[in-house]
């Protein structure tokens, strides 16, 4: 089956620097690879996505690039403010929509 | 319009006591799928709804697990016997088409079995 790994597990930036995530992924027949942003109390909430056809996609202070060779996909927030302060979630699916999820990564945003 | 509700948000049982947690999907969507998060740990799949079938239920624990969706629309979960390790936060998900699509999370509800 699918297996997602995620790292770092924990980042802590400056407010207006970049955050970086990065995510590898096992089945070459996974396709679609969301990001999901959890805040304190609520669900996961879609942020971007990028399936396998496409190599990179931008979405205003956020952009996620996929390398389907080397099955690996990264999630980049520029700029970054408070309210991105989150745990912010990778993952991989198949037909189905089944998501493998990565770990998590605790994102701090410090004035 | 109404997003993915589920209840109750928090719910803490003794252990062998039993539980059950409700989905209410988005309406109009056929898929409906549960995740579980346990101690921090990832989000792991349990089981996939299309309509009232289940389509994939390779990630229930035990057979203490059983989830069901009567008439294709809300789906409920229940643990029963509960036990300590069933802690965590249970999700649902849904969403109109499958692979590609977009899916929609409820808040979660937090069991706690002590």
């Known amino acids: 089956g699918e297996n997602v790994e995620q790292h770092p597990s924990t980042l802590s930036v400056q407010e207006g620097d970049s955050a970086v995530i990065k995510c590898t992924y096992s089945?070459?027949?996974?396709?679609?690879f969301p990001w999901y942003k959890q805040e304190l109390g609520k669900g996961p909430q879609l942020i971007i996505d990028i399936r396998s056809n496409v190599g990179e996609k931008k979405d205003q202070r956020i952009a996620v690039t996929l390398n389907k060779t080397a099955k690996h996909f990264s999630l980049h927030i520029t700029e970054t403010q408070p309210e991105d302060s989150a745990v912010y979630f990778c993952?991989?699916?198949?037909?189905?929509?089944?998501?493998?999820f990565g770990a998590g990564t605790q994102v701090v945003v410090t004035p | 319009e109404a997003g993915v509700t589920q209840f109750p948000s928090h719910s803490v049982i003794e252990k062998g006591q039993t539980v059950t947690l409700r989905c209410d999907p988005i309406?109009?969507?056929?898929?409906l799928y549960w995740y579980r998060r346990v101690m921090g740990k990832e989000i792991k799949f349990l089981l996939h709804?299309?309509?009232?079938?289940?389509?994939?239920e390779s990630g229930m624990p035990n057979n203490r697990f059983l989830a069901e969706r009567t008439g294709g629309t809300y789906s409920t979960l229940k643990v029963q016997p509960a036990e300590l390790e069933d802690s965590g936060v249970y999700f649902c998900?849904?969403?109109?088409?499958?692979?590609?699509?977009?899916?929609?999370f409820g808040q979660g509800t937090r069991l706690t079995v002590v």
């Open positions: 089945d070459s027949a996974s396709n679609y």
């Open positions: 998900a849904s969403s109109q088409g499958t692979g590609g699509t977009e899916a929609f």
């Open positions: 309406s109009g969507h056929d898929n």
């Open positions: 709804f299309v309509k009232e079938s289940k389509q994939d």
């Open positions: 993952a991989a699916t198949d037909s189905w929509g089944k998501l493998q």
